[in-house]
């Protein structure tokens, strides 16, 4: 690490940029981390949002099952999906966060918290009415786009 720092070439200079970038990322996600685990207002609406993850994971089994029996042999992926779409509807797929939910603010929190609402009743609105596992993905995936495009103001979200 040291020596890296030490050279001073184009592609040396790039790196250590990168490096310094990256480390300053991460200093701020463990300061925004460290300052929600404090604030009862975060932590109110952090536990809300584990309700609703819950309840969400709970009408994703309901789907794998009934995945499975449409003849799925991949179904157990549908929790990797789902929520995979519900955070790119979001733009939380910019890059992968390790503990995404603790550094976000309560506005975030509160999106993914109505978006994983909305992939749970989706979910059961479209096995309810008997669709097939594939088109009722696609519907899910839709849904939450749609949710999250409304969400984008002026091409600021």
Do not use: C
Not at 112 to 120: P, Q, T, V
């Amino acid at each position: 690490m040291v020596v890296g720092m030490r050279f001073d070439t184009k592609l040396a200079r790039k790196w250590q940029g990168q490096f310094v970038t990256a480390f300053n990322v991460m200093e701020n996600r463990i300061l925004i981390s460290d300052t929600n685990a404090t604030d009862p207002k975060w932590l109110g609406q952090r536990g809300r949002g584990k309700i609703a993850r819950l309840e969400e994971t709970n009408v994703i089994k309901t789907f794998v099952e009934y995945a499975t029996e449409q003849g799925s042999k991949s179904a157990k992926f549908y929790y990797k999906h789902i929520t995979n779409a519900t955070h790119k509807a979001l733009g939380m797929m910019v890059q992968k966060k390790p503990k995404l939910r603790d550094t976000m603010d309560l506005y975030e929190i509160s999106e993914l918290l109505l978006a994983e609402r909305i992939a749970k009743n989706s979910i059961k609105r479209y096995m309810g009415l008997g669709r097939n596992y594939k088109d009722i993905y696609t519907s899910v995936k839709d849904d939450l786009l749609s949710f999250g495009n409304d969400l984008i103001i002026g091409n600021i979200k």
